[in-house]
């Protein structure tokens, strides 16, 4: 980095080096798991809201409230850990948590996926819009 950059910002990048020497060696992968936890999670959600379209406004509902569900336990959950058990172990246990979330909702939407696909093949369901086929 330029020192022109860093001139002024000595201290702020002192105590920023001091809390990054703090961390458990593997706290800088909490991101990265956390990451593809919910790229997961965002995924089955994507899957159901897909359904909504094919089988019913009840399935963007319940990627609405996946998504709430998500949005409003985990920052708790977080929180709650981590004074708890700690900084680390409480990370640690949110992260976990947040990859069972994602699993169980990768299992609905799979289901989904595979009653779509059997429906499909089974019924004859074509491609082709309702409204173009009357």
């Not at 976990?96 to 994602?102: E, K, N, R, V, W």
């Not at 909702?105 to 799979?110: E, F, G, P």
Request: charged share 15%; aromatic share 16%.
């Amino acid at each position: 980095m330029p020192p022109e950059l860093v001139k002024g910002q000595e201290q702020a990048i002192a105590q920023a080096k001091a809390v990054f020497a703090q961390l458990a060696w593997w706290s800088p992968f909490m991101g990265m798991w956390e990451r593809l936890s919910t790229q997961v999670f965002q995924i089955a959600a994507t899957i159901l809201v897909w359904q909504s379209f094919r089988a019913g406004a009840k399935w963007f509902w319940l990627a609405v409230a996946a998504h709430f569900g998500a949005d409003f336990i985990f920052p708790l959950l977080h929180h709650h850990t981590q004074r708890w058990l700690g900084m680390d172990f409480g990370s640690l246990v949110t992260e976990f948590g947040i990859t069972i979330y994602a699993a169980i909702w990768a299992y609905v939407a799979w289901r989904c996926l595979k009653v779509a696909n059997s429906m499909q093949e089974g019924e004859g369901i074509g491609d082709e819009h309702p409204a173009e086929n009357p």
